[in-house]
T-cell receptor
């Protein structure tokens, strides 16, 4: 079992470029999340998916889009990257929302 | 909207002392309260959780208490050890919205 796998681990983008962060879990979980982590701000929820076929906005959705491609995969897209999106991004999944969430290893994104 | 406030942001204790971290939440529909530990450069990992129908839960040196009326919950670590040094996050899951919202984090330093 790989658990929750995120790709890439590191990325540098220029302002205005687009990219997709990939997340896949092999635990047959229903719920999946995307968070960003910034110093002093904790983990802020960007988007989440309570089940396959559904997605909802979290606390900080502006500038992002998501796709729950199937039960395993939940991708995060930045259409036009901005320096304010420089952060560490974590994907997480859980059986349901009110059970343990397992995190991926994170993606460190720098927008210059 | 939903909000989780966590205090203090930093906490320094001597080895062997106790540490207490407190969180408050705003959504009365919250029913699941996990605590995560994040070591430097690693992903967050669950250390203990509590559900809304329980007032207290203990696991060896760590315990969590929940006061639903006051909407606050706390993490207690006794007999702290240097390896307890990390960032700790509280979170609250709302059965209403399906969101898992995290607090801002507490950096715990245990001095030998």
């Amino acid at each position: 079992n790989a658990g929750v796998t995120q790709t890439p681990k590191f990325q540098v983008l220029k302002t205005g470029q687009s990219m997709t962060l990939q997340c896949a879990q092999d635990m047959n979980h229903n719920s999946m999340y995307w968070y960003r982590q910034d110093p002093g701000m904790g983990l802020r929820l960007i988007y989440y998916s309570a089940s396959e076929g559904t997605t909802d906005k979290g606390e900080v959705p502006n500038g992002y889009n998501v796709s729950r491609l199937n039960k395993r995969e939940f991708s995060l897209r930045l259409e036009s990257a901005a320096p304010s999106q420089t952060s560490v991004y974590f994907c997480a999944s859980g059986v349901e929302g009110d059970t343990e969430a397992f995190f991926g290893q994170g993606t460190r994104l720098t927008v210059v | 909207g939903e909000n989780v406030e966590q205090h203090p942001s930093t906490l320094s204790v001597q080895e062997g002392d106790s540490a207490v971290i407190k969180c408050t939440y705003s959504d009365s529909a919250s029913n699941y309260f996990p605590w995560y530990k994040q070591e430097l450069g690693k992903r967050p990992q669950l250390i203990i959780d509590i559900r809304s129908n329980v007032g207290e839960k203990k696991d060896q040196r760590i315990a969590v208490t929940l006061n639903k009326t006051a909407k606050h919950f706390s993490l207690h670590i006794t007999e702290t050890q240097p390896e307890d040094s990390a960032v700790y996050f509280c979170a609250a899951f709302s059965s209403n919205t399906g969101k898992l919202i995290f607090g801002q984090g507490t950096t715990l330093q245990v001095k030998p």
